[in-house]
């Protein structure tokens, strides 16, 4: 994969901005941290519009977690760096503050089997200074966690200045950049009385530049005297440990930082280079960009309302949508229905993706980097004898035709054996007990199964402080309350906990089929009965 600037669907006002170019389907990570990171609130929802949390703000503890995790990282030896080895070293002094473990629960609702805590940390990172009025800090995913705790290291107000700037070249930063990566991070947040007692501050809480959101105040107001930083103008000399920092090389770096151009680029770089430190064994992926032209979730099920097969699925396109027209073209498995050009729909289900989403509001990633994009629905029936092999769509808009086909191999229908099916699986909540999943999936006949099993994921308060996932797994068996249609079978099981998400795997004579990463909002919902 590589990045690319924009192709002709996309228009002049997002000539700046960089996309990926990925073959569908999408690797499970990929799919999922971009959707994350670009287009979904679920995360960014956590820090809101630089959300207030313990008279900070969410953002501002995400990025001290962060930092934490980080600032272990040995560049002699490799060792340390974002690995979520902060999970097990919360009962450390160096780790104080409730904001720790509040962090690292936002973070774990959206962990998956394939998605580390210490990338979710890194996305904090973006995320926390896009919300608060910040630069966007170029993402990467793939880093790997740690299972137990590090060494420990985390630099301390009360330590002397020698011993931050030995901490800091221990992490890969020299003096300066030492200076003004303290600087970035402390343009959010601030010291608590409760965590730092020493610090004899006037107030519960003391914010570093008196304001809660992005600003260079924690630079300038250094400067011209007026900061209200605790960590510069505390009583106790012992703990004025950033006016050590700034002040180690005559404030030449902190003047170079109070051009708000220098402080912003300077930020973004060595913002970056802090999420970006990872153990030596570990292979980070290219930037994050958003994908250009994404399929979304394609789901293949047995209809319930007409004796066929249905096929949803997403098209996700960039730049103005005014006068455009967006179809999908599909070929037969078994050729006997559509005719050789494909069978063709037209969707009439179009969603702006507008930069707040519904859910509360929330900021889209697009929002941040000045992109317009729109959803483009698909649902519709299928031949059940002629099912479908792969689709591919066309776009039409101001007399120009575009095909979108996946770089010219369409987008591939792998099987049609094991279908999870979204409308026969069921969510409903049961009074006194709770929610109610149960998962269900249509098996076609003729094909000998010995084994459908669903594993599922779930981070609740049983998976610990650590949120480390529980996995379990669970058999389907024959459903007789779903009569079979058109060849195929339905097996189901109750799920006795909520899980965020589960796969299903089927054992054939064939070999292992299996449906991935199938989510509780795939699953329709029923009233409470």
């Known amino acids: 994969?590589?990045?690319?600037?924009?192709?002709?669907?996309?228009?002049?006002?997002?000539?700046?901005?960089?996309?990926?170019?990925?073959?569908?389907?999408?690797?499970?990570?990929?799919?999922?941290?971009?959707?994350?990171?670009?287009?979904?609130g679920g995360l960014r929802g956590f820090a809101g519009d630089c959300d207030l949390r313990d008279s900070t703000t969410v953002a501002a503890q995400w990025v001290r977690l962060a930092y934490h995790d980080m600032s272990t990282h040995n560049v002699a030896d490799g060792t340390g760096g974002l690995d979520g080895s902060i999970r097990f070293e919360t009962d450390r002094p160096e780790n104080?503050?409730?904001?720790?473990?509040?962090?690292?629960?936002?973070?774990?609702?959206?962990?998956?089997?394939?998605?580390?805590?210490?990338?979710?940390?890194?996305?904090?990172?973006?995320?926390?200074?896009?919300t608060c009025g910040g630069p966007t800090v170029p993402y990467r995913y793939g880093r790997i966690d740690a299972t137990q705790a590090g060494v420990s290291g985390?630099?301390?107000?009360?330590?002397?200045?020698?011993?931050?700037?030995?901490?800091?070249?221990?992490?890969?930063?020299?003096?300066?950049?030492?200076?003004?990566?303290?600087?970035?991070?402390?343009?959010?947040?601030?010291?608590s009385s409760d965590d730092f007692p020493t610090a004899n501050l006037?107030?519960?809480?003391?914010?570093?530049?008196?304001?809660?959101?992005?600003?260079?105040?924690?630079?300038?107001?250094?400067?011209?005297?007026t900061t209200v930083n605790p960590l510069v103008t505390s009583s106790n000399e012992t703990m004025r440990s950033d006016l050590r920092i700034f002040s180690s090389d005559q404030n030449t770096t902190m003047q170079r930082l109070s051009e708000k151009e220098t402080f912003d680029s300077t930020c973004v770089d060595l913002l970056g280079r802090m999420?970006?430190?990872?153990?030596?064994?570990?292979?980070?992926?290219?930037?994050?960009?958003?994908?250009?032209?994404?399929?979304?979730?394609?789901r293949l099920f047995v209809s319930s309302v007409?004796?066929?097969?249905?096929?949803?699925?997403?098209?996700?396109?960039?730049?103005?949508?005014?006068?455009?027209?967006?179809?999908?073209?599909?070929?037969d498995r078994n050729p006997s229905f559509c005719p050789s050009s494909g069978c063709k729909k037209v969707s009439t289900d179009v969603e702006p993706l507008e930069n707040l989403s519904p859910q509360g509001g929330i900021a889209r990633g697009f929002g941040f980097i000045d992109v317009q994009a729109t959803l483009y629905h698909f649902s519709f029936l299928i031949d059940p004898n002629a099912s479908i092999s792969k689709f591919w769509f066309e776009?039409?808009?101001?007399?120009?035709?575009?095909?979108?086909?996946?770089?010219?191999?369409?987008?591939?229908?792998?099987?049609?054996?094991?279908l999870f099916d979204p409308v026969r699986s069921v969510g409903k909540f049961l009074p006194g007990t709770g929610f109610t999943l149960i998962?269900?999936?249509?098996?076609?006949?003729?094909?000998?199964?010995?084994?459908?099993?669903?594993?599922?994921?779930?981070?609740?308060?049983?998976?610990?402080?650590?949120?480390?996932?529980?996995?379990?797994?669970?058999?389907?068996?024959?459903?007789?309350?779903?009569?079979?249609v058109v060849g195929y079978s339905f097996y189901s099981v109750k799920l006795d906990t909520t899980p965020g998400m589960w796969d299903l795997k089927g054992t054939f004579a064939e070999g292992d089929i299996t449906q991935e990463f199938i989510e509780e909002t795939e699953v329709r919902s029923m009233p409470i009965s």
């Open 1 to 40: 994969m590589k990045r690319v600037l924009s192709i002709p669907l996309c228009f002049a006002h997002l000539a700046s901005a960089a996309f990926l170019q990925a073959k569908w389907p999408y690797t499970l990570n990929l799919d999922y941290q971009e959707r994350l990171l670009w287009e979904t």
């Open 439 to 484: 998962t269900t999936a249509g098996v076609k006949d003729g094909h000998s199964l010995s084994k459908l099993e669903a594993t599922s994921l779930r981070n609740d308060a049983g998976s610990g402080p650590q949120h480390i996932p529980i996995i379990e797994t669970w058999e389907l068996t024959l459903d007789d309350s779903h009569p079979p």
């Open 202 to 225: 006037n107030e519960e809480f003391s914010l570093f530049t008196g304001e809660q959101t992005y600003n260079r105040g924690v630079v300038t107001n250094y400067l011209d005297g």
């Open 395 to 418: 776009v039409e808009q101001d007399g120009k035709t575009t095909v979108v086909d996946n770089g010219g191999e369409g987008y591939a229908i792998d099987q049609d054996i094991l």
């Open 96 to 130: 104080v503050g409730v904001g720790m473990l509040s962090s690292l629960r936002d973070f774990g609702f959206h962990l998956t089997p394939f998605t580390s805590m210490a990338d979710m940390m890194a996305m904090g990172v973006v995320m926390g200074y896009q």
């Open 275 to 298: 999420i970006n430190t990872v153990p030596s064994g570990v292979r980070l992926s290219d930037v994050l960009d958003p994908i250009e032209n994404k399929i979304g979730k394609t």
């Open 306 to 331: 007409n004796a066929s097969l249905q096929l949803s699925t997403t098209l996700r396109l960039f730049g103005s949508a005014e006068n455009r027209q967006v179809s999908i073209l599909w070929a």
């Open 154 to 191: 985390v630099p301390e107000p009360h330590q002397d200045l020698q011993s931050h700037t030995d901490s800091f070249a221990r992490q890969g930063f020299t003096p300066s950049e030492m200076i003004a990566l303290v600087a970035c991070g402390h343009t959010l947040g601030g010291v």
